[in-house]
Nanobody
Framework: QVQLVESGGGLVQAGGSLRLSCAAS????????MGWFRQAPGKEREFVGV????????YYADSVKGRFTISRDNAKNTVYLQMNSLKPEDTAVYYC????????????????????WGKGTLVTVSS
């Protein structure tokens, strides 16, 4: 069992940066791949990126590649999403999720393959 809590969301201007954190409880955190997903108003949830249990490799959606970076600190039971060069279309509720493999995130980009979810944190990018 893994409990996940996201933080770090907020309002930022276009071109700015935010770093989201996802704190996990449960002693098996380091064995899970961790994914980030997002859901914009009126849209379906979509894959943002995923990091393996070891921290390498990582995979990203084309829409965020080169702007977003996922990292993790297994000693702190925390995964991060560094978001740079933010755009208004990045506005969404961002969720972290745990799954047994990175494939669960990649091949189920709507998130249905993941095992545990946080409640999300809102990111709003103003133009």
């Amino acid at each position: 069992q893994v409990q996940l809590v996201e933080s770090g969301g907020g309002l930022v201007q276009a071109g700015g940066s935010l770093r989201l954190s996802c704190a996990a409880s449960g002693r098996t955190f380091s064995s899970y791949a961790m994914g980030w997903f997002r859901q914009a108003p009126g849209k379906e949830r979509e894959f943002v990126g995923v990091i393996s249990w070891s921290g390498d490799p990582t995979y990203y959606a084309d829409s965020v590649k080169g702007r977003f970076t996922i990292s993790r600190d297994n000693a702190k039971n925390t995964v991060y999403l560094q978001m740079n060069s933010l755009k208004p279309e990045d506005t969404a509720v961002y969720y972290c999720a745990a799954g047994r493999t990175t494939a669960q995130a990649i091949y189920h980009p709507d998130g249905d393959g993941m095992d545990y979810w946080g409640k999300g944190t809102l990111v709003t990018v103003s133009s």
